[in-house]
């Protein structure tokens, strides 16, 4: 674990506030910013290292937190018009976390609506934009999260994850995002303890060492969580060193491929060569049920947000954002059936997943298999095209992770995904580290920041 930091934490709690002060009002990646908070926050950090304490190894990280996580005296939205918490009364677990670690939150992120678009176009807080093309979407639902850590407004992000909303928007912002097993991390993120059932939290940073630090400080039985796993958490980081001789990568020859744009199937396709060139074991594989996941995984996850969130079909239409009534109209129409029928099918599916993690380590494939979309109205079909390859994951409860990979022509940032066996996190993590130090998509910086 890293645990050094080059600067004081009020100096890079400074910088993040200059660059919220200049590129905030491009791309909206904010719902609440915590200045005053911030700065005597990182002062009482500096003074613990200035009188020989050392605060912790996330000391010199700023972090900003998607709007569905409770942070102390900050309003949670969760991308509404209103507020749950007008004043959260205390940090979440994963927030006590990190805070213990020594990081400083400077701010909440935006968000799409109770995390139910893939766009982050909220008409409540605003539409986030992409740092990389100002007329793109920054993707969702943890857009603000991705945006802002691209537009360098603070190291890291916490995000959650449903059905790519960590990943997606990752790939479309051109930084790392990973959503860890079920259960890894705490699911108390608010005062309500009702959580949706293929949600997690995560990471997401411009380096997969630094999501590796912030994963591994949240990273902890929550006893207080239904949800919690209590089993033996893996921190150990190879930082790369040893490459990647070994691991066995799985190449799918079904479905994740299909379809793909040929500028995207190029990137990632010379990716997986760059990691066969690192020592990996690259081979063909039939990832089973692939095509029928979503037929079976979509009636699920929107009867499961109906239910959380059903009510908000009661408010005024003017207050509604089309986008949420279509999903949560869809969970209402589940039948008792059809979520069965879906529930079953699930248990075969994930057994079939284990058959298939015997034989290799990792799955890899395009994270956004489509060009980043322009802000505006996405079609159904087009939502489901940026969300296709990101089902399996949550629907299995297994890890994946997002990593830059390359540009498209249009300068747009290309995303590789690495899919693992249930709490194979490190093994992500390790390889996406092994990745970027053989490569250096991840330096490249949005022309919006130079």
Same mark, same amino acid.
């Given at each position: 674990?890293?645990?050094?930091?080059?600067?004081?934490?009020?100096?890079?709690?400074?910088?993040g506030?200059?660059?919220?002060?200049k $590129?905030e009002?491009?791309?909206?990646s @904010?719902?609440?910013?915590?200045?005053?908070?911030a700065?005597?926050?990182a002062? *009482?950090?500096?003074?613990?290292?200035e009188?020989?304490?050392?605060?912790g190894?996330?000391?010199? %990280?700023?972090l900003?937190?998607?709007?569905?996580?409770?942070?102390?005296?900050?309003?949670?939205t969760?991308?509404?018009?209103?507020?749950?918490?007008?004043?959260?009364?205390?940090?979440?677990?994963?927030i006590?976390r990190?805070?213990?670690?020594?990081?400083v939150?400077?701010g909440?992120?935006? &968000?799409? /609506?109770?995390c139910?678009?893939?766009?982050?176009?909220?008409?409540?807080?605003?539409s986030c934009?992409?740092?990389w093309? @100002?007329?793109?979407?920054?993707g969702g639902?943890?857009?603000?999260?991705?945006a802002?850590?691209?537009?360098? #407004?603070?190291?890291a992000s916490?995000?959650?994850?449903?059905?790519g909303?960590? *990943?997606i928007?990752?790939?479309?912002?051109?930084?790392?995002?990973?959503r860890?097993s079920?259960?890894?991390?705490?699911n108390?993120r608010t005062?309500?303890?009702?959580?949706?059932?293929?949600?997690?939290?995560?990471?997401?940073a411009?380096?997969?060492v630094?999501?590796?630090?912030?994963?591994?400080?949240?990273?902890?039985?929550?006893?207080?969580?239904?949800?919690?796993v209590?089993?033996?958490?893996?921190?150990?980081?190879?930082?790369?060193?040893?490459g990647?001789?070994?691991? *066995?990568?799985?190449?799918?020859t079904?479905?994740? %491929?299909d379809g793909v744009?040929? /500028?995207i199937?190029?990137?990632v396709?010379?990716?997986?060569?760059t990691?066969?060139?690192?020592?990996? /074991?690259?081979?063909?594989?039939h990832?089973?049920?692939?095509?029928?996941?979503?037929?079976?995984? $979509?009636? %699920?996850?929107?009867?499961?947000f109906?239910?959380l969130?059903?009510? $908000?079909?009661?408010?005024?239409?003017?207050d509604l954002d089309? /986008?949420?009534?279509?999903s949560?109209?869809?969970?209402?129409?589940?039948?008792?059936?059809?979520?069965a029928?879906?529930?079953? $099918?699930r248990q075969?599916?994930?057994?079939n997943l284990?058959?298939?993690?015997?034989?290799?380590?990792v799955?890899?494939?395009?994270?956004?298999?489509?060009?980043?979309?322009?802000?505006?109205?996405?079609e159904?079909?087009e939502m489901?095209?940026?969300?296709?390859?990101?089902?399996v994951q949550?629907?299995?409860?297994?890890?994946a992770?997002?990593?830059?990979?390359?540009l498209?022509?249009?300068?747009?940032p290309?995303g590789? &995904? %690495?899919?693992?066996?249930?709490w194979?996190?490190?093994?992500?993590l390790?390889a996406? #580290?092994?990745?970027?130090n053989?490569t250096?998509?991840?330096?490249?910086?949005p022309?919006?920041?130079?």
């Amino acid at each position: 674990m890293i645990t050094t930091a080059s600067t004081s934490a009020e100096t890079e709690v400074r910088v993040g506030l200059d660059h919220i002060e200049k $590129y905030e009002p491009e791309i909206t990646s @904010l719902i609440t910013v915590r200045q005053d908070e911030a700065i005597a926050e990182a002062r *009482r950090l500096d003074e613990q290292v200035e009188n020989g304490v050392w605060p912790g190894p996330l000391y010199g %990280m700023t972090l900003t937190v998607k709007d569905n996580f409770d942070v102390a005296g900050t309003p949670t939205t969760n991308g509404t018009a209103f507020a749950y918490a007008p004043q959260a009364s205390e940090d979440c677990f994963v927030i006590d976390r990190v805070k213990e670690a020594g990081a400083v939150i400077l701010g909440k992120a935006n &968000q799409s /609506e109770y995390c139910q678009s893939v766009t982050n176009q909220n008409v409540h807080h605003g539409s986030c934009r992409n740092p990389w093309g @100002l007329d793109r979407i920054a993707g969702g639902s943890s857009g603000g999260s991705a945006a802002g850590v691209a537009a360098r #407004i603070a190291t890291a992000s916490i995000g959650s994850d449903s059905g790519g909303s960590i *990943r997606i928007p990752a790939s479309l912002n051109g930084v790392v995002g990973l959503r860890p097993s079920a259960g890894r991390l705490s699911n108390r993120r608010t005062a309500s303890t009702r959580v949706a059932t293929f949600t997690v939290g995560g990471p997401l940073a411009r380096t997969a060492v630094d999501a590796a630090r912030l994963f591994h400080a949240m990273d902890a039985y929550d006893p207080a969580d239904v949800t919690s796993v209590d089993r033996r958490r893996d921190h150990t980081l190879a930082l790369g060193r040893e490459g990647l001789r070994g691991l *066995r990568i799985g190449v799918p020859t079904n479905y994740f %491929m299909d379809g793909v744009d040929s /500028e995207i199937l190029a990137a990632v396709n010379a990716a997986i060569g760059t990691l066969g060139d690192l020592g990996a /074991e690259i081979t063909d594989v039939h990832v089973p049920g692939a095509e029928d996941c979503r037929t079976h995984f $979509y009636p %699920m996850v929107t009867a499961n947000f109906f239910a959380l969130y059903g009510e $908000y079909l009661d408010r005024p239409a003017e207050d509604l954002d089309p /986008e949420v009534v279509m999903s949560l109209e869809h969970g209402r129409s589940v039948t008792a059936t059809q979520f069965a029928e879906a529930a079953m $099918y699930r248990q075969s599916f994930i057994r079939n997943l284990e058959n298939l993690f015997d034989d290799i380590d990792v799955f890899v494939c395009p994270t956004v298999p489509i060009a980043t979309p322009r802000l505006g109205k996405l079609e159904h079909s087009e939502m489901m095209d940026v969300s296709r390859n990101n089902f399996v994951q949550p629907f299995a409860g297994i890890p994946a992770i997002s990593i830059p990979c390359g540009l498209r022509s249009d300068g747009m940032p290309i995303g590789l &995904q %690495m899919t693992a066996g249930y709490w194979k996190d490190t093994v992500l993590l390790n390889a996406a #580290i092994a990745f970027q130090n053989a490569t250096s998509f991840h330096t490249q910086r949005p022309a919006l920041i130079g």
